[in-house]
């Protein structure tokens, strides 16, 4: 907004210095931003909202959802304004839709563009919800919603299977990009696997020769602990779902 806002006016006001054009603008920008600043505050401080709504862990209450949808009308009338937002506040107005809205409206919400999933919230979501059938509902339907970079970033903070799952298929795509398959000694050191299945050994040993020839293809962005026998563990756990066993 402040470089478009500034390129306007210097064409429609050559007259005027351009460092002088420069700081109109941030000053518009910036009360702009102190306006909605103090709606929302106000809007706080009025329903008696306390730290603790920013976590998941507790239930509900009706000042919330007054507030949720202050919030949400605020908005919308930014965005048909084209005023720029503070910053967490997309953070916050995603908290409050999780804690209000029933799954299938608060996804409604997201698809449409009304709630904006942020790394911070997403986190915080990931984090304070146990596993139980219905949080992992809402979790899976959270992650699958999630840029590519930004649900990798969540799958490293979530213990859980599937995590484990969508890790191990992008390190075993990174791996495979350059791949290109050679003649292979027929016998392999059984002696290696914990477990006797010949598909899934063929593939580990595939990906353990990958990882020592390239250590910069093995090095998962903040995840030292992902390699071969991290993604063979994660498959014989992802079976053992499939199969309920």
């Known amino acids: 907004m402040v470089s478009e806002l500034r390129e306007h006016l210097l064409r429609h006001l050559q007259g005027v210095e351009k460092k002088k054009i420069e700081q109109m603008v941030l000053d518009y920008v910036s009360k702009l931003l102190d306006l909605i600043c103090h709606l929302v505050e106000t809007c706080w401080r009025r329903h008696d909202l306390q730290s603790s709504v920013l976590h998941f862990n507790r239930p509900r209450s009706a000042a919330e959802f007054e507030v949720f949808h202050i919030m949400t009308r605020i908005l919308e009338a930014t965005n048909s304004l084209f005023l720029p937002l503070p910053p967490g506040f997309h953070t916050l107005h995603t908290i409050l839709g999780v804690h209000c809205l029933p799954l299938h409206n608060l996804l409604d919400y997201i698809d449409n563009g009304v ?30 919603r999630l840029p590519p970079l930004i ?91 499939l199969l309920d066993l």
């Open 115 to 144: 709630l904006l999933l942020t790394e911070t919230a997403v986190t915080r979501l990931i984090k304070d919800l146990d596993n139980s059938e219905k949080n992992e509902k809402l979790k899976f339907s959270i992650l699958v």
């Open 151 to 241: 649900g990798q970033k969540i799958c490293r903070v979530w213990d859980h299977p599937m995590s484990s799952n969508i890790i191990s298929r992008t390190h075993v795509t990174q791996l495979l990009q350059n791949y290109k398959k050679q003649s292979r000694n027929s016998m392999m050191d059984k002696s290696s696997f914990s477990v006797e299945f010949l598909p899934l050994n063929y593939f580990i040993e595939i990906l353990t020769d990958l990882e020592s020839s390239s250590q910069a293809l093995c090095d998962f962005e903040g995840h030292d602990n992902v390699d071969a026998q991290f993604i063979q563990e994660a498959a014989l756990k992802h079976t053992t779902m």
